[in-house]
């Protein structure tokens, strides 16, 4: 790679790594599963840079490599080690987290998350990629490798299953109701 290359792929690779692991949580991915399917992902793109920056859409281009490794990850059954995040309760390092109502915004994250667990996959996958990733139709059907109609079918029916779950009803006003 080239100099010029480098400082690209690594200004893509920062704007992209919270987005990726956001999306393997939503997914269904715990956290340091996320992290490590995010960092492979981002390793792929890196050895397929050319390809990367040549696709219509890059962001969308990457996003298919993590679904791909989470669908890859998910065909093993193996289940040793399972690590625990202690530092969830206080925040990253074991720092407690400023600002805000801490315990409101874990009660509405964990509540998202439990919801979104609930939801088939190709329906959550679905979700994430539109609602959290801001994909479009067309570019969460390329990730997918699917039509834009599935899509769009699978999405309403995610949203008609999400807008009855108990768990979300305190994020919804007296209005919505």
């Known amino acids: 790679m080239t100099p010029e290359e480098t400082a690209d792929f690594e200004a893509f690779m920062t704007a992209r790594w919270a987005g990726l692991v956001r999306a393997a949580v939503l997914m269904g991915a715990d956290l340091h599963a996320a992290e490590d399917l995010a960092q492979a992902a981002l390793v792929d793109s890196h050895r397929r840079w050319g390809r990367v920056q040549g696709a219509r ?6 996003h298919r490599i993590l679904v791909n490794r989470m669908r ?4 093993r059954r193996w289940r040793g080690e399972v690590p625990t ?17 801490v315990a409101e915004s874990v009660s509405v994250s964990h ?12 329906q959550r996958q679905v ?3 539109r609602h959290f990733c801001d994909l479009s139709e067309q570019q969460t059907a390329e990730v997918l490798d699917i039509a834009a109609g599935t899509v769009k079918s699978r999405l309403s029916r995610a949203m008609a299953a999400l807008a009855t779950d108990p768990l979300l009803s305190p994020l919804r006003t007296d209005a919505e109701r």
């Open 85 to 101: 995040d202690l530092a969830a309760q206080h925040g990253r390092h074991g720092v407690p987290c400023a600002g805000g109502d």
């Open 111 to 122: 509540g998202v998350r439990e919801a979104l667990a609930r939801l088939p996959l190709v």
């Open 57 to 62: 859409d890059p962001a969308a281009y990457v």
């Open 127 to 129: 979700v994430v990629l």
């Open 72 to 75: 890859a990850s998910r065909r």
